[in-house]
């Protein structure tokens, strides 16, 4: 039968908990990973990575480091090379090798070749990723965006075997790891079970797979990097703050996003969320589209076009020289910056009007010169500031309307991590910006690493973050004696001589409230047709604050749990204690009938795709 039932008003809705009870301290430099190894996979917009750690010695987290040519980093680029027919290729640098290199013989039109497709996850184009989206590859070829993204983790996972076996010389097998996959904080739940499905279909278990927020993952970094030997700068920068109380703001700079999460530090030695993690999708990648602009305004577009298609090699080197001098500082000789141009772009010009003639037809051509010899272009250091203008406004004008939030005003301390915090000029503008505010700026060591190496500290200590915000508003049906002031006349049902309403909506978890997943809610429920073989505990999920019935527009369930009721004689009164637990991504149902002591249990997973479709 559905659910017909009346929650008992009289009964403590609240946490069994108070604030004002914590736990004991618990020795935080244990893992309680049952696996013997944590993994964690950062799958970044212009950059991916892994990095893992063994349980009996899980501060030491060991990364790999990625070669392609001049270039070693700790992530490979997000590029994928597939075969004409949809195999995999290749990843990674090696990707951008083998594709210059088919280009050169002209055999590259048939593969696929996919950078930056993370893209496609980002908030407003969540609602069509399912498993039949399509994704256009850099030559406009669409390829199904589940098996891209089950391509790249696969790979990733099968790299991350290969390393900790040659680490121990020995066999490990895939259930060995607990894997953690970090997303952005923008994602909705659409985008973070597309990555668990990808992950899925690589051989990786549900129950050994764990998603957590990039900006959580840099908080717990900056939490335990003391424990790394050699971090004990930072330690005195930031550790000795993290007394009971304490907040403090993280800035998370990536290739595709800014996301920003505030926390508390607990009695416990945990942390909660202060207010909702959230972001921007302008990172480092904007940077590289600004410079993209720059020269098409300075060579022309079509020329520009033609370099990228014709010279694939030298056209992805000129996107890595970048990169490393978005990282340089400025010249403190001069005021100018130079910019070596390939020798295949110059030919390509030569075949219009050459560099010198493109330029002085260009808007630049007052402030930047070319010199024949070195092959290098000048141009004033401000010049290429502006490169970083708009998406340095961006990152600023969020974290000022965060600001003026009240839960911030004690916040005086911010950490800045990412790829892309490494950036000079950013660095240089958050620096400003939070000097201004008189705040204090850390700079934790290995920022860029912030990410992958708190994703591995989460799988060994996953209650780190103990505390977050709700993005749903939770409640269970109800049905209620029926009031003709509040309650429509289409919901008004008798049971018995009692006219009830049918269908209500009793919230227990306002969306924006702080969760503790360690402490349920509980109900008392009195089943109002006892005399039924079954009763259906069920759980339901909205977007908005105060929902009022269950089949409204926007309004979920999440799972029923199916109770078998005692049997009685008529008029015998049977309540229902119900315990409900909202954990990261799964709500637990408790059910206990009060007659016979029956308990009934059940996990229900929120990013189910049936509830995904509906949310």
């Avoid at 300075?298 to 978005?326: A, P």
Wanted: charged share 35%; net charge negative.
């Amino acid at each position: 039968m559905t659910s017909n039932m009346e929650v008992d008003d009289d009964f403590d809705w609240s946490s069994t908990d108070s604030d004002d009870e914590y736990e004991e301290e618990v020795d935080k430099k244990t893992s309680v990973c049952k696996k013997q190894i944590v993994a964690s996979i950062d799958f970044g917009t212009a950059y991916s990575g892994y990095a893992y750690s063994f349980r009996n010695d899980w501060t030491k987290v060991i990364t790999h480091s990625w070669h392609g040519g001049e270039y070693m980093t700790h992530k490979a680029p997000t590029t994928l090379l597939l075969e004409p027919n949809g195999d995999f290729a290749e990843f990674g640098f090696k990707a951008e090798k083998k594709y210059a290199e088919l280009a050169e013989d002209e055999k590259h039109k048939d593969h696929y070749f996919f950078r930056r497709f993370k893209l496609i996850l980002k908030p407003e184009l969540t609602e069509r990723v399912n498993r039949e989206t399509l994704c256009a590859d850099e030559n406009g070829k669409k390829f199904n965006a589940l098996k891209i993204f089950t391509y790249c983790i696969d790979f990733l996972k099968t790299s991350l075997l290969d390393d900790i076996n040659k680490t121990i010389k020995g066999e490990v097998a895939l259930g060995d790891i607990q894997f953690i996959i970090t997303v952005p904080a923008i994602w909705d739940d659409t985008a973070k079970m597309f990555m668990i499905e990808a992950s899925k279909s690589t051989g990786i278990q549900k129950d050994q797979l764990k998603v957590v927020l990039e900006s959580e993952a840099a908080s717990v970094y900056c939490q335990y990097m003391y424990l790394e030997e050699d971090k004990a700068k930072t330690r005195k920068d930031f550790q000795d703050k993290l007394i009971p109380g304490f907040k403090y703001m993280v800035i998370d700079l990536g290739g595709g996003t800014a996301d920003i999460s505030v926390h508390k530090r607990d009695y416990d030695g945990s942390v909660e969320q202060v207010i909702q993690p959230s972001g921007i999708d302008w990172g480092g990648t904007k940077v590289d589209d600004a410079y993209w602009r720059f020269f098409c305004d300075l060579f022309g577009e079509d020329s520009m076009e033609r370099f990228k298609k014709e010279c694939t090699e030298d056209y992805l080197d000129f996107g890595r020289k970048f990169e490393v001098q978005k990282r340089s500082g400025k010249l403190t000789t001069t005021d100018n910056l130079y910019i070596r141009i390939n020798l295949s772009l110059s030919e390509i010009l030569d075949d219009k009007k050459g560099i010198a003639e493109a330029i002085s037809s260009s808007k630049y051509r007052e402030i930047i010169s070319f010199d024949s010899k070195s092959f290098k272009l000048k141009l004033p250091f401000s010049q290429f500031e502006n490169l970083f203008k708009e998406t340095s406004d961006r990152i600023k004008s969020y974290l000022d309307e965060l600001w003026k939030k009240p839960e911030l005003a004690d916040v005086d301390t911010v950490l800045l991590v990412g790829g892309f915090s490494e950036c000079y000029i950013i660095k240089d503008m958050i620096r400003t910006e939070i000097k201004s505010r008189k705040k204090h700026l850390v700079l934790p060591e290995e920022s860029s690493l912030a990410v992958l190496k708190g994703a591995v500290y989460m799988g060994h200590v996953p209650d780190a973050v103990t505390t977050r915000i709700s993005n749903y508003t939770y409640g269970i049906q109800n049905w209620p004696n029926f009031d003709p002031a509040i309650h429509p006349e289409e919901k008004k049902i008798m049971v018995g001589n009692e006219a009830r309403c049918r269908d209500v909506f009793k919230k227990f978890i306002t969306r924006g409230d702080k969760l503790k997943s360690k402490y349920p809610k509980t109900f008392i429920l009195e089943v109002l047709k006892p005399v039924e073989d079954t009763l259906e505990c069920s759980v339901y999920l909205s977007k908005k604050e105060d929902p009022k019935f269950i089949d409204e527009e926007g309004v979920s369930k999440v799972g029923s749990l199916k109770v078998v009721l005692p049997k009685v004689e008529k008029g015998t009164i049977i309540d229902i204690e119900e315990e409900i637990s909202i954990l990261e991504t799964e709500v637990e149902i408790l059910a206990r009938e009060l007659h016979k002591f029956k308990e009934f249990k059940e996990k229900f997973d929120l990013l189910s795709p049936d509830i995904l479709k509906k949310k």
